[in-house]
């Protein structure tokens, strides 16, 4: 058995949502398909799907198995496009994503170089602060902030942000340094809604996940004037780690209960899951992963230690 083979007939099923389809897509006959599955599942000893005439779910050992599979084909993926870079010289064009303020702060620098290195290239950026969907709207590359739920996707890990909790130094001079979430109930807060729900922000303590009520004295869906409000004085804010590097290297904002963060958010480039992509593609993707987990893994090590 061909265990890579016997992966991507599995993930190809899931992510088509029948074993026809994934023959079609394979381009093979449905007895191979369904005999490579039930290879894998011997192999395993496990059944990663249950089938009937009409539909088709992953057991709970699929799901654990199907996002295994998906790190290791993105990881053959992307040793493959690090071979053909090597080779390559791309011309044509791309549409890339990112959100607005990442965009901004490392995406938008990462095309530049890319661009200065390879003149025959072209490529459009849109930054938007929501989740796109890359084949309905024609885009051909994406970096993506937290967990990812479209599994049609190839996603290469790059880097971690993380929800930190800050104010300014003159704020914390007058309200105090807190201790614990709870000091922040009745105090001054500045809500950034793009990653705040409601009025609750998430703390983790031994394990377990709480939500603290907030009372924003400033609510705004734009993350740079958020951070200024914040900058001001107006109270303590919500921020992904990324968005306040530059004020917390510059001191004019602090990071206060640390301790009790909630886990990191992933950051991945993610394009379109293709049997051939085009070498501009490759070639930009591994750009792209490779500026990306350098910059990040900076900035984590200088300025963001793990709690």
């Given at each position: 058995m061909?265990k890579?083979?016997a992966m991507?007939t599995?993930v190809?099923?899931v992510?088509?949502g029948s074993?026809?389809?994934?023959?079609?897509?394979?381009?093979?006959?449905?007895p191979?398909v369904?005999?490579?599955?039930?290879?894998?599942e011997n192999?395993?000893?496990v059944?990663?799907l249950?089938r009937?005439?009409?539909?088709m779910?992953?057991?709970e050992?699929?799901?654990?198995?199907l996002?295994r599979c998906?790190k290791?084909?993105a990881?053959?993926n992307e040793?493959?496009?690090?071979?053909s870079a090597?080779?390559?010289e791309p011309?044509g064009s791309?549409?890339v994503?990112?959100?607005q303020l990442?965009?901004?702060?490392?995406?938008?620098?990462?095309?530049?170089?890319?661009?200065e290195?390879?003149?025959?290239?072209?490529?459009s950026?849109?930054l938007?602060d929501?989740?796109v969907?890359?084949v309905e709207e024609?885009?051909?590359v994406?970096?993506?902030?937290g967990?990812?739920a479209d599994?049609?996707?190839i996603?290469i890990?790059?880097g971690?942000?993380?929800?930190?909790v800050?104010?300014?130094p003159?704020?914390?001079?007058?309200?105090g340094?807190p201790g614990i979430?709870?000091d922040?109930?009745?105090?001054?807060?500045?809500?950034?809604?793009g990653?705040?729900?409601?009025?609750?922000w998430?703390?983790?303590e031994?394990g377990?996940?709480?939500?603290?009520?907030i009372?924003?004295v400033?609510t705004?869906?734009?993350?740079?004037a958020?951070i200024?409000?914040c900058?001001?004085g107006?109270?303590?804010?919500?921020?992904?780690?990324?968005?306040v590097?530059p004020?917390?290297?510059?001191?004019?904002?602090?990071l206060?209960?640390d301790e009790f963060?909630t886990?990191p958010?992933?950051v991945?480039?993610v394009?379109?899951?293709?049997k051939y992509i085009?070498t501009?593609?490759?070639?930009f993707?591994?750009?792209?992963?490779?500026e990306l987990r350098q910059?990040l893994?900076?900035?984590w090590?200088?300025?963001?230690p793990?709690?």
């Amino acid at each position: 058995m061909n265990k890579v083979q016997a992966m991507t007939t599995f993930v190809t099923i899931v992510n088509e949502g029948s074993l026809t389809a994934a023959a079609e897509v394979l381009n093979k006959s449905l007895p191979t398909v369904v005999r490579s599955l039930a290879t894998l599942e011997n192999f395993l000893g496990v059944r990663l799907l249950n089938r009937t005439t009409r539909r088709m779910a992953l057991t709970e050992e699929g799901r654990h198995y199907l996002n295994r599979c998906q790190k290791i084909l993105a990881d053959i993926n992307e040793a493959e496009i690090e071979l053909s870079a090597e080779h390559a010289e791309p011309s044509g064009s791309l549409k890339v994503t990112a959100s607005q303020l990442f965009g901004h702060m490392h995406v938008a620098p990462i095309v530049t170089g890319f661009l200065e290195r390879y003149h025959d290239m072209r490529v459009s950026l849109l930054l938007l602060d929501r989740v796109v969907n890359l084949v309905e709207e024609g885009l051909d590359v994406g970096v993506r902030i937290g967990k990812l739920a479209d599994s049609s996707m190839i996603a290469i890990p790059v880097g971690e942000t993380r929800r930190v909790v800050c104010a300014s130094p003159r704020f914390l001079e007058a309200s105090g340094q807190p201790g614990i979430p709870e000091d922040l109930f009745d105090q001054a807060c500045v809500k950034f809604s793009g990653i705040t729900v409601g009025n609750n922000w998430q703390f983790k303590e031994g394990g377990k996940t709480r939500n603290i009520q907030i009372k924003p004295v400033f609510t705004c869906n734009q993350a740079a004037a958020s951070i200024e409000a914040c900058e001001a004085g107006l109270g303590y804010g919500v921020f992904l780690s990324y968005m306040v590097a530059p004020q917390l290297k510059a001191g004019t904002l602090r990071l206060v209960l640390d301790e009790f963060e909630t886990s990191p958010l992933p950051v991945h480039v993610v394009y379109q899951h293709a049997k051939y992509i085009s070498t501009r593609t490759r070639v930009f993707v591994d750009w792209m992963t490779r500026e990306l987990r350098q910059q990040l893994g900076y900035q984590w090590a200088a300025h963001f230690p793990s709690s």
